[in-house]
Every structure is written in C-alpha cells, then in structure tokens.
C-alpha cells in the first residue's frame, strides 16, 4: 500500500509540473520576426498584417491584430512583431511601391504589385486562406520567411 501511495504521489506531481508547464507557456508573450524577400526594388514600403483568424484575412488590415507599413531599406527586409500570444496566425504582405497603403491593380484584379503570405502557399487565380498561410507562435522568437510574388 505504501509503495502504491509513493507512485500515486509521484505521478500526481509530473501531472502537476505538465500542466504548469502548458500553462506557462500559454502566457507568454513571443516575437515575430517576418523576413520579406524577393523584392523587385527598394522603392515604397512594404506593408504588413498578421491575422490570429480568417475574419479579415488578407485583404481587410481593419481586422488584422497588428500591421505596420516600413520603408524599404534592406532586401531581405526584416519586420518584427511583439506580444503574441501562443497560438495560430497568419501573416499577408505586400510592396507598395506608390505609397498610397493600398495593393493595387489592373481592371482585371490581377495584382500590380509583389505580395506574399506566410508559409508561402502556392498562387494562382486567388489570394491565399487563412488555413493555408497559417503557421504556429509557440515559444519566445519564432521567424518566418516570405517570399514576394509579382505577376
């Protein structure tokens, strides 16, 4: 009886370390770094979203968690993000050559400037889902690359 009391207290306090553990790291706050290549030119700013869910995603910056435009003083371009909470999210970017903080393009809807998105799903006649860029903010520094794409 002693000697299944001694496993019993002993699995209660790895079960209590486990569960400390997850809990701590669900409260951290971690830092995204996103490197933007594949840029055509050094002109403009490139502009950033990250999203922690599809409402919004690309298109509406309104409803991303955090966006920041940057002028373009490095190729590959790094953009850094802070306070995320563990969790999923995805990131949409694109070079506004023009300044005027919009994606632009043709009368086809074919965009005229570079864009990507994270994880760097294939593109055709459509911009990426949120399911499909997604990636995982697990621990205190997690980096992505982007890679610009101009049609």
């Known amino acids: 009886m002693a000697r299944g009391l001694r496993v019993s207290m002993l699995l209660l306090a790895v079960l209590g370390n486990l569960a400390w553990s997850f809990s701590a790291k669900a409260n951290f706050n971690g830092k995204l770094t996103v490197e933007i290549d594949g840029l055509k030119n050094k002109q403009g700013q490139v502009c950033v979203s990250i999203f922690a869910s599809s ?24 953009i850094t993000f802070e306070n995320l909470k563990a969790g999923s999210y995805a990131v949409a970017v694109f070079h506004d050559q023009n300044n005027d903080g919009i994606l632009n393009s043709n009368v086809l809807g074919i ?6 998105f994270s994880t ?24 992505i690359q982007i890679q610009l794409k101009y049609f």
Do not use: H, Y
Request: glycine content about 10%; overall charge neutral.
């Open 55 to 78: 409402e919004g995603f690309p298109n509406d910056g309104d409803r991303s968690l955090q966006k920041q435009c940057t002028k373009i003083t490095s190729i590959p371009l790094p």
């Open 111 to 116: 965009p005229s400037e570079g864009f990507g």
């Open 120 to 143: 760097n799903p294939e593109i055709r006649t459509r911009a990426a889902k949120f399911s499909e860029a997604a990636f995982l903010v697990v621990g205190p520094n997690t980096n």
